[in-house]
């Protein structure tokens, strides 16, 4: 009986041990460890020298813990959209001021459709970056200062969910 007891423990201990490191090598490694958490501050969008994702990618910066976004709600969220690849700025809506914010009705269609998922399911007062690849972006098209193809980041804050 003490030895099956001492196996499990010892078994827990190393779970343990190698779960933890996991877990601080990709948060100490990630494009999102660069992001800053303060919510007053404009974020800066890393550059990356890794292949670009063929599917959305979140990452929490901030978890958020008021009012969740859910389809058929309304986000007001603050943003900063960047190339993959350069981190280059190509919108955002702190260009208007620290306080503006842009209204996306969840499942209205009226913004590209990875910058709508990446929002559903954030909670107020959360940071996120989404990571969109085109075919959830612009697709081939060139559109205004993106070219067509292009892998986008977008590091957002959710401020307010409406009704």
């Known amino acids: 009986m003490f030895?099956?007891?001492?196996?499990?423990?010892?078994?827990?201990?190393?779970?343990?041990?190698?779960?933890?490191a996991c877990g601080e090598s990709e948060?100490?490694?990630?494009?999102?460890?660069?992001?800053s958490t303060d919510l007053s501050e404009?974020?800066?969008v890393p550059a990356s020298d890794e292949p670009a994702p063929d599917e959305l990618v979140i990452d929490d910066i901030v978890e958020g813990d008021g009012d969740e976004a859910v389809e058929g709600?309304?986000?007001?969220v603050k943003y900063v959209g960047a190339f993959y690849e350069s981190g280059e700025e190509f919108d955002s809506s702190w260009s208007?001021?620290?306080?503006?914010?842009?209204?996306?009705p969840l499942?209205?269609?009226?913004?590209?459709?990875?910058?709508?998922?990446?929002?559903?399911g954030m909670q107020v007062g959360g940071r996120r970056m989404i990571t969109i690849p085109?075919?959830?972006?612009?697709?081939?098209?060139?559109?205004?200062?993106?070219?067509?193809?292009?892998?986008?980041?977008?590091?957002?804050?959710?401020?307010?969910?409406?009704?």
């Open 3 to 20: 030895r099956r007891t001492a196996s499990r423990a010892l078994l827990a201990v190393v779970l343990s041990v190698s779960l933890a």
């Open 73 to 76: 709600s309304t986000a007001s």
């Open 27 to 35: 948060d100490s490694t990630g494009a999102a460890a660069e992001i």
């Open 96 to 104: 208007g001021g620290p306080d503006e914010t842009i209204e996306v």
């Open 107 to 120: 499942g209205g269609g009226r913004v590209i459709p990875g910058f709508e998922q990446g929002i559903e």
């Open 134 to 163: 085109s075919d959830l972006g612009y697709g081939d098209e060139d559109r205004g200062p993106i070219p067509g193809g292009s892998t986008l980041v977008f590091v957002m804050d959710l401020v307010e969910v409406t009704d």
């Open 42 to 44: 404009k974020p800066e």
